[in-house]
């Protein structure tokens, strides 16, 4: 899957998990400071995209991506492994 | 330590009288700590302006709540952080933009947690110092200011408290909010309440200096868990009780001390963390509290009253056996019960019934209304031989509790003289009790408590009587030899002086050394010993040995050259066979000092205090005895005296059942002389001087027996 792809799919499923506009989501931003997601809500975005990716992530792991683009990168990285398997 | 810069009035004003607050991190969940930071704010009528910062929320409370802290138009004087740690960063960065000069973190997973929070820690407070923000914690309550004109409630605790005199600061964010409580019930008020959690930034110091010149407080608390400057502390703590007055009294945890054990010398071994911390504290003028109980019992009576002139305290009671307790807890406390002048005693005569004790304590007997109350508590107070009174109730059915309350609030404030009051029981004294707390009577529910407290306020105030008067500096000493021969060891990787090198260095501080020469060979023992005079005594010279006597390696008394040649075979045959691998450098002859009373003098260098001096009954059962005191170098001249006289065994110098007076003044000398040698010879770890031979008066000491150990990264390092 394209990177860009990965990338829509993820704002998307941020846009619906915090209940924001797709267009305030940057690939900077951060999950806490720049959208107020709180701990309960960090949980429901890795189980968000382990569903829309049909992928399973370990949790730590996942909650140390802080920012859009490193969660793009993180998920970007397990579908590129599973490709390969 | 000197090179440390505090923080300035205004850095820390800017803490307390914000004129505006953002909340950073704020949301609408009630009862976690984001929504009651602000809501904390809101509700207990904060007087500036309040800015709620949330990623999401367009209002909170009803108030307008911002994206981020720059969107904020106005001016914003404090940021309170309550994000994650893991983005505070991003938000103490904004708040630099911005231009905000003051913060509270009270975000928690910092330098508490290890690991990570470390590097955190440090990043926040590198942004901090870019921008010039002073900031409390992190990993903290928060701060309460109940000055009427600011009422700043910015905590995550349940309450404001009200408002007083007393300032509270704490290491520990959950024992605030208990100290609140308790407080609370017994309404005692606060000027500033502080939490200041990992002090990353503000640290206890800045704080203490700032409350130096805070009208608002009159009486300062402080719960630490650990000692990190000890001697900042003990210098804002002098500057404070010299120039402003207040008292300043500390809770701190952790009296056991395990690294004391591992120590190599007498002194290293008795002068745990924790007694000197003891000593400092004294020594500064701190008074040092047991329990959050004895804390608050003693800061009551210390703000709310006036400080006793004298020791003469009144007893009034209606009740014998309480009067008894006082009375007991009075002379243990090294007060006295005041004698009433013959007016006095009349008026007590005329106006109580035949069967009452108008003597002190004065018992107004079981069945004492308001009005023998009244008249007790005026004569005594009216009466010149009276520094003090403590009034003891219990209630019987016909006492008049309330009315009881009244009257002393009425009558204390006619005199100006302390009155405590000890209204004993729980449920009936009830009314009377918060007559006198709310009207600032200092209650106690033993009377026993009301006596400690009120000895603590009369130290106190001869504390603040006390003159004070620098150290002695000796001009004869030669710093650069010792720190020759200091060097040179260090230089060459030995941790341990050899005798010859204490020996000199004793010399360079003008320590009345006895004359010693190390002997190589049989051959020269008998000229060395002649050449010293007789009597000698002869020790084992062995970086290994510290303990000669352990192992053999001591000879006492010896008279002669033929004595001498023997002892100095058997010393060498007895240590080879019980410590085979010691490398021996010889035998040390030393002139052997006349008979007199043995004591030592010890120096430790404590990782908070500095250079500690120790002195107490010496002798091989010294840490048994443990009859030692301590005082941190530089040791003031007046604090020389009372370092001497703390000892149980005091008397023994000055003469008991027929013995000679000692020279105490050559003995003080001594300890001066010692307490400089530490100050500028900052490369010893340890010293003991075992024993010093206290002469009788006039004929000086002797130093006999001295080890000096060099800094503990290198034992360590050697195993």
Not at chain 2, 48 to 53: A, D, H, L, Q
Not at chain 2, 159 to 170: D, H, V, W
Not at chain 2, 503 to 519: D, F, Q, R, S, T
């Amino acid at each position: 899957m394209e990177k860009a792809e990965v990338e829509a799919r993820i704002k998307k499923v941020i846009a619906r998990v915090l209940a924001l506009d797709e267009d305030e989501i940057t690939q900077e931003a951060n999950f806490i400071f720049d959208l107020g997601a709180d701990s309960m809500q960090s949980l429901e975005l890795v189980a968000a995209f382990e569903e829309e990716f049909d992928i399973e992530m370990e949790e730590d792991e996942a909650l140390s991506a802080q920012t859009v683009s490193e969660a793009v990168d993180f998920v970007a990285k397990i579908l590129a492994k599973a490709k390969k398997e | 330590m000197s090179g440390i810069k505090y923080k300035s009035k205004e850095q820390i004003e800017r803490i307390f009288y914000p004129e505006s607050v953002a909340v950073v991190g704020a949301n609408r969940v009630k009862g976690t700590v984001p929504y009651d930071m602000l809501h904390n704010i809101l509700k207990d009528n904060y007087k500036g302006t309040v800015f709620p910062v949330s990623p999401r929320e367009k209002s909170i409370a009803g108030v307008k709540a911002y994206k981020y802290v720059i969107d904020i138009e106005d001016e914003v004087d404090m940021a309170i952080l309550v994000f994650p740690s893991s983005v505070c960063h991003l938000a103490l960065e904004q708040c630099g933009e911005k231009g905000v000069k003051s913060a509270i973190i009270i975000s928690a997973g910092f330098r508490e947690i290890g690991g990570d929070g470390v590097q955190r820690e440090k990043r926040i407070k590198e942004i901090a110092d870019k921008y010039g923000i002073s900031f409390i914690g992190p990993n903290c309550l928060g701060i309460i200011n109940t000055d009427p004109g600011c009422n700043l409630n910015a905590s995550f605790a349940r309450n404001m408290p009200e408002n007083g005199n007393i300032a509270f600061l704490s290491q520990s964010g959950a024992l605030c909010t208990a100290v609140l409580d308790y407080a609370r019930a017994k309404h005692i008020g606060f000027s500033k309440f502080v939490s200041f959690g990992n002090k990353a930034d503000v640290s206890e110091i800045d704080l203490l200096y700032y409350l130096k010149d805070d009208p608002k407080t009159k009486v300062i608390l402080l719960y630490l868990e650990e000692v990190s400057d000890g001697r900042s502390l003990m210098k804002v703590s002098r500057k404070i009780i010299r120039e402003s007055g207040k008292p300043i009294l500390i809770l701190k945890s952790g009296r056991t001390d395990e690294g004391a054990s591992a120590a190599a010398s007498h002194t290293g071994s008795l002068a745990g963390s924790d007694d000197v911390c003891d000593a400092a504290f004294t020594q500064a003028g701190i008074i040092r509290c047991d329990t959050i109980e004895d804390m608050f019992n003693f800061a009551i009576g210390l703000v709310y009253q006036p400080l006793p002139r004298g020791n003469r305290v009144a007893i009034i009671t209606n009740a014998g056996g309480p009067g008894v307790l006082a009375t007991d807890m009075t002379i243990k406390e090294n007060l006295s019960l005041a004698r009433f002048s013959e007016k006095a005693k009349e008026v007590l005569k005329k106006s109580l019934p035949g069967t009452a004790n108008i003597c002190n304590p004065v018992d107004v007997i079981g069945d004492a209304r308001v009005d023998r109350y009244n008249v007790a508590l005026s004569s005594v107070l009216q009466d010149e031989n009276v520094d003090g009174a403590l009034v003891i109730l219990t209630p019987q059915s016909m006492t008049d509790i309330k009315a009881i309350a009244e009257e002393i609030c009425r009558i204390s404030c006619c005199y100006n003289k302390p009155v405590y009051a000890s209204f004993m029981g729980e449920s009936d004294v009830s009314i009377g009790v918060d007559i006198l707390q709310r009207r600032k009577i200092p209650h106690y529910q033993l009377p026993e408590n009301m006596c400690k407290a009120f000895a603590r306020s009369y130290r106190f105030n001869r504390q603040l009587k006390k003159e004070y008067t620098a150290a002695v500096v000796f001009k004869d000493v030669d710093t650069d030899r010792a720190h020759t021969i200091l060097n040179e060891a260090i230089m060459n990787d030995r941790w341990f002086l050899s005798e010859a090198e204490t020996v000199n260095i004793m010399e360079a501080y003008k320590m009345p050394v006895l004359p010693g020469i190390l002997a190589v060979s049989e051959k020269d023992v008998g000229r060395i010993a002649g050449s010293l005079g007789y009597p000698v005594v002869m020790k084992v010279s062995s970086e290994k040995i510290v303990h000669k006597s352990d192992v053999g390696g001591v000879i006492l008394n010896i008279r002669d050259g033929k004595e001498a040649e023997a002892a100095y075979q058997t010393i060498l045959n007895k240590v080879s066979r019980t410590v085979p691998d010691a490398r021996i450098n010889g035998v040390f002859i030393q002139k052997m000092a006349a008979e007199g009373e043995e004591v030592i003098l010890g120096l430790k260098r404590d990782p908070s205090f500095g250079s500690v001096i120790m002195f107490g009954l010496g002798g091989i059962f010294v840490e048994i005895f443990r009859d030692v005191s301590f005082r941190v170098a530089p040791i003031e001249k007046n604090e020389v005296a009372g370092m001497v006289q703390d000892i149980k065994s005091y008397p023994i110098l000055t003469g008991v059942r027929g013995r000679s007076e000692k020279d105490l003044e050559s003995l003080k000398e001594c300890i001066q002389r010692l307490s400089q040698l530490a100050v500028e010879c900052t490369q010893i770890s340890e010293l003991d001087i075992n024993p010093l031979i206290v002469m009788d008066r006039g004929k000086g000491c002797y130093v006999t027996d001295i080890k000096i150990m060099l800094g503990t990264e290198r034992r360590k390092s050697c195993g």
